[in-house]
């Protein structure tokens, strides 16, 4: 198995929007995108939908914090965890499978950016 989704970029912006369902609809309006995966959020609302536009796959979820995030795809994404943690890093998120055929897990680099790195281990 490939460690991320065929087809999928190594790495794909990720909004925290308010309506991404909205979100959706305007960039297949605008950018003739194509949504790939929308995953509800138990009690209403979308906790992450994804669509691609061109050759890139743009990540969304409904949440409050920084306006944008950074989602990579690795081969050992556990390593690169590691590595960041060594680096100042400060952990988001402890690398985890939570049913979505992804193992992540996240960090805040020094600078403040997220970036939550993980890789596919099925295909759900």
Do not use: N
Request: charged share 25%; aromatic share 8%.
């Amino acid at each position: 198995m490939a460690y991320k989704p065929e087809s999928y970029t190594d790495l794909a912006p990720y909004l925290l929007v308010e309506d991404a369902g909205a979100v959706l609809a305007f960039c297949e309006t605008v950018f003739a995108a194509t949504r790939l995966r929308v995953i509800p959020r138990e009690g209403g609302g979308i906790m992450h939908a994804e669509c691609r536009i061109g050759d890139s796959v743009l990540m969304m979820g409904e949440a409050k914090g920084p306006q944008a995030m950074l989602h990579l795809y690795l081969e050992d994404p556990d390593a690169a965890l590691a590595h960041a943690l060594a680096a100042g890093a400060e952990l988001i998120q402890a690398m985890t499978e939570k049913g979505d055929g992804d193992r992540r897990g996240g960090f805040r680099s020094p600078d403040g950016t997220q970036w939550f790195v993980s890789r596919q281990v099925s295909d759900t």
